[in-house]
């Protein structure tokens, strides 16, 4: 990699780490909230039709795009292509483990239980309590995650 690549490479995963850490704060302070507010069958049905309308290019372009960009600044600082490797170390770990490995191993699955149980499903209530509370400690965990990666990417910059 070039290093003259290196510093946008950085403000574009500053910005990708942003952009998901607003994206997480929202649902943890206003989405979720509203969707605990409704019952079981209707907070299931509506957080099955959000799992689905999320999935689109610009999001997963953004998602997966600052991964990408993590893994190559990984590369970069360890190859001593980087003037404050252990920001950029920081800032890729936070958005791998923390958002990346977070979200395919916790908050994804959840989403496809919840979608497999169904919203008619018999105890959708107790269902839809368990879900949120799990899910919305972990989307937490990405919020803050994201948010310390965005901040390891500015830090890396100056």
């Known amino acids: ?80 292509g980087t003037a404050r490797p252990a920001w950029i170390l920081t800032g890729a770990l936070l958005y791998l483990v923390g958002n990346i490995a977070v979200t395919f191993a916790i908050n994804v699955p959840m989403n496809d239980a919840l979608a497999a149980a169904g919203s008619d499903a018999s105890g959708s209530a107790a269902i839809w309590a368990t879900f949120l509370d799990r899910w919305v400690f972990w989307n937490h965990v990405r919020a803050v995650a994201c948010t310390g990666a965005l901040a390891a990417f500015a830090m890396a910059t100056s």
């Open 1 to 80: 990699m070039l290093p003259k690549l290196v510093p946008a490479i950085t403000l574009l995963a500053l910005l990708g780490s942003g952009l998901m850490a607003g994206l997480f704060f929202a649902y943890s302070n206003s989405v979720m909230p509203a969707l605990a507010k409704m019952p079981g069958p209707q907070g299931m049905t509506a957080m099955n039709h959000i799992n689905v309308v999320i999935q689109n290019p610009f999001f997963l372009s953004i998602f997966t795009g600052t991964a990408v960009l993590a893994l190559l600044l990984v590369v970069a600082a360890l190859l001593g």
